[in-house]
T-cell receptor
Framework: KAGVTQTPRYLIKTRGQQVTLSCSPI?????VSWYQQTPGQGLQFLFE???????NKGNFPGRFSGRQFSNSRSEMNVSTLELGDSALYLCASSFGTSGGWGDTQYFGPGTRLTVL | SQQGEEDPQALSIQEGENATMNCSYK?????LQWYRQNSGRGLVHLILIRSNEREKHSGRLRVTLDTSKKSSSLLITASRAADTASYFCATAPSTGGGNKLTFGTGTQLKVEL
């Protein structure tokens, strides 16, 4: 099976712009989660989608949003970019069940976002 | 915010030696997982231990969990240069459901030839 893919791999934006990142989960996986990784804050959970519904949300401002499509592919959007949004954004998928709890996560290679 | 701390922050050993890293967390958990990350790339799942388990093995990996102390340790035996990476523990909470993992601060392991 192909692994989790993320596009683009690298992105440079300027402050105030918006950005959309894409994630394709492993075939058959229905849960997709997003994480932000920075040197200062480490790995932080953004949100999780399961069956096109947001199931969990982290402590990030409303500028960070996401969605999941019927084929389980997911996108996250960051509006009005700030310098502090520069980070590695990681997507992870798992098989997922409606009662799923703490499943093993399969991570993509990440999208490196630089905000100038 | 991160729930857990890992210690040490960095560890340098010789090939063939064992490496032990520790993780502490703050809230009740459903399970605890360990992941490896090479040079700012994606994370790779290593092992999952459930809250009712005390020890688990997988190849050269041994994980222990002490829920009374809210701590876990990862032992890598007979380390190889290819084990050089950052290692993170991640906890799944006992309430709430879903896959909201909280990661520790990580341990950078360097295995020298």
């Amino acid at each position: 099976k192909a692994g989790v893919t993320q596009t683009p791999r690298y992105l440079i934006k300027t402050r105030g712009q918006q950005v959309t990142l894409s994630c394709s989960p492993i075939s058959g996986h229905r849960s997709v989660s997003w994480y932000q990784q920075t040197p200062g804050q480490g790995l932080q959970f953004l949100f999780e989608y399961f069956s096109e519904t947001q199931r969990n949300k982290g402590n990030f401002p409303g500028r960070f949003s996401g969605r999941q499509f019927s084929n389980s592919r997911s996108e996250m959007n960051v509006s009005t970019l700030e310098l502090g949004d520069s980070a590695l954004y990681l997507c992870a998928s798992s098989f997922g069940t409606s009662g799923g709890w703490g499943d093993t996560q399969y991570f993509g290679p990440g999208t490196r976002l630089t905000v100038l | 915010s991160q729930q857990g701390e890992e210690d040490p922050q960095a560890l340098s050993i010789q090939e063939g030696e064992n490496a032990t890293m520790n993780c502490s967390y703050k809230t009740s958990i459903n399970n605890l997982q360990w992941y490896r990350q090479n040079s700012g790339r994606g994370l790779v799942h290593l092992i999952l231990i459930r809250s009712n388990e005390r020890e688990k093995h997988s190849g050269r990996l041994r994980v222990t969990l002490d829920t009374s102390k809210k701590s876990s340790s990862l032992l890598i035996t007979a380390s190889r240069a290819a084990d050089t990476a950052s290692y993170f523990c991640a906890t799944a909470p006992s309430t709430g459901g879903g896959n909201k993992l909280t990661f520790g601060t990580g341990t950078q392991l360097k295995v020298e030839l």
